[in-house]
Nanobody, 119 residues
């Protein structure tokens, strides 16, 4: 019902920056909250950032001051700008949308994009 296409991941040196994007497509009536999570090897999935339909944001302590989540409602797209990247940021990043489609409200997940922070 909803497909999320992520892009922007890659290999970055410590201290560098990336902007991840995630575009949602499908028979979407409303996208409520949008967010990014990440999962590193051997670790639990961590919620990185969320943004509501009105633009209120929340961040994990691990990325506060270094990450900015934003959204373009006209494009059904959510972004995650990450600066001052650390090796600890290495993970697969997944976007998520909480969306209404005909008949239901559900969470949908992207396929994941790898972010590797290494020198």
């Amino acid at each position: 019902q909803v497909q999320l296409v992520e892009s922007g991941g890659g290999l970055v040196q410590p201290g560098g920056s990336l902007r991840l994007s995630c575009a949602a497509a499908g028979t979407i009536t409303t996208i409520y909250d949008m967010g990014w999570s990440r999962q590193a090897p051997g670790k639990q999935r961590e919620l990185v950032a969320t943004i509501t339909i009105r633009g209120s944001t929340n961040y994990a302590d691990s990325v506060k001051g270094r990450a900015t989540i934003s959204r373009d409602n006209a494009k059904n797209t959510v972004y995650l700008q990450m600066n001052s990247l650390k090796p600890e940021d290495t993970a697969v990043y997944y976007c998520n949308v909480h969306a209404r489609v005909p008949g239901s409200i559900s969470d949908y997940w992207g396929q994941g994009t790898q972010v590797t922070v290494s020198s």
